[in-house]
């Protein structure tokens, strides 16, 4: 039988001839998932979990990576054949549950072998932002194509840290996405291709940002090179679920300081001036607070013991997990004793504080990623 069914397929909604067990796109980096982030307001703990699907390799996974601040990094990694179970987003003891599409999501990992679990309420805060479609390509290959929606929530629920339990309330929040398409988030490389040139140039500086301020959700990504020309710029003002304000989004930006822990490759604090279409500016002030996760623990880059990413098919069921002392600002300590810089494009996450310079009543946390790729000013290394 070449067509299977899935529950999905009750839905008028079929854009191909296909049924939605299968994609048209038939790259091995095709995947579709989800990606959830949240921290609380001291700083004392950041989870970054994730669900993949990958119908092309036949693969589901999911990864949790949480640091703590005594400056731990906890990862667990899980993956599973896909079919028949593709309507099942479970890996291994990771689930979910759409209660309310754009909305309202449950997830969690159940107790496991790795000692980190987790059961969470996701609730928007205000509409996902559908962010910008536009397709790259290099070398007359397509190298990316993805579709990705942004959306700042209020979190509830516990987590647990190696036997520690946070109770996660109003003082936490929390940032989602939801992509699919080709892009860089896994699935294994093409063994026989030849390398991609003609993108040596890498940006220096790489920001994006979800905040929930009390009043309106910010959010932001750019790409800016070491003599301030930004590359890549994108960002979006969203109000309160039942606030008629309509949303809008700022027309550039401006780096006004910055400061790196120790000089190296790791944001301390910096202040950022947002352009608006009327002339005026917002201006953004913010430091990091929790300790960074590098996405290598959660499978990215040739991440897994295994060196095959994200996306590969490992067995019918496969998991994993480790500790890293991440207490130094780029390296990492590794559980077999080595200490070793932090790979140049195994970007970390961080959570982060902000406020608003010009509205001292304008203070929030949010998803902090903030990562140095090549020369930039301030960088010593």
């Known amino acids: 039988m070449s067509r299977v069914l899935t529950r999905l ?94 909305k309202t999501i449950r997830f969690g990992l ?11 309420l996701w609730e928007g805060f205000a509409p996902p932002y559908n962010e910008q479609h536009e397709p790259r390509w290099a070398d007359g290959r397509l190298v990316s194509e993805r579709a990705n929606y942004l959306q700042v929530g209020n979190v509830s629920g516990s987590l647990v840290v190696a036997g520690r339990e946070f109770s996660v309330d109003a003082t936490w929040s929390g940032v989602r996405d939801h992509s699919w398409g080709v892009g860089g988030t896994g699935g294994p490389a093409y063994p026989n291709a030849a390398p991609i040139e003609g993108r040596t140039r890498p940006f220096g500086l790489r920001q994006w940002v979800g905040i929930r301020f009390p009043a309106r959700a910010v959010s932001w990504q750019f790409q800016q090179y070491a003599g301030g020309e930004t590359s890549m710029f994108e960002s979006r003002i969203e109000y309160p679920y039942g606030d008629q304000r309509p949303g809008a989004a700022y027309t550039g930006v401006r780096v006004l300081s910055i400061e790196f822990e120790q000089g190296r490759r790791r944001l301390k604090r910096a202040e950022l001036a947002f352009s608006l279409a009327d002339g005026r500016e917002e201006r953004f002030g913010m430091e990091t607070i929790s300790r960074p996760v590098y996405m290598g623990g959660g499978g990215y880059w040739g991440g897994w013991n295994d060196g095959l990413g994200r996306g590969a098919y490992r067995g019918d069921e496969a998991h994993e997990g480790e500790t890293w002392d991440v207490s130094q600002p780029t390296r990492i300590g590794y559980p077999d004793g080595r200490v070793a810089e932090a790979p140049l494009g195994g970007w970390a996450e961080t959570w982060g504080r902000f406020w608003n310079l010009d509205d001292p009543s304008e203070t929030a946390t949010g998803h902090l990623e903030c990562v140095i790729a090549g020369p930039y000013p301030g960088i010593a290394e």
């Open 9 to 102: 397929d009750e839905w008028p909604r079929h854009q191909t001839i296909h049924t939605f067990d299968a994609v048209a796109n038939p790259s091995p980096q095709w995947s579709d998932g989800y990606y959830f982030t949240l921290g609380d307001a001291n700083g004392a703990a950041a989870l970054f979990t994730a669900i993949r699907l990958y119908p092309n390799n036949n693969v589901i996974d999911a990864y949790a990576c949480v640091s703590v601040g005594e400056g731990k990094q906890h990862n667990v990694r899980y993956s599973r054949r896909l079919r028949p179970r593709i309507d099942d987003l479970e890996v291994g003891p990771f689930w979910m549950e759409i209660v309310e599409a754009l």
């Open 110 to 120: 159940k107790e496991n072998p790795h000692g980190v679990s987790f059961d969470l």
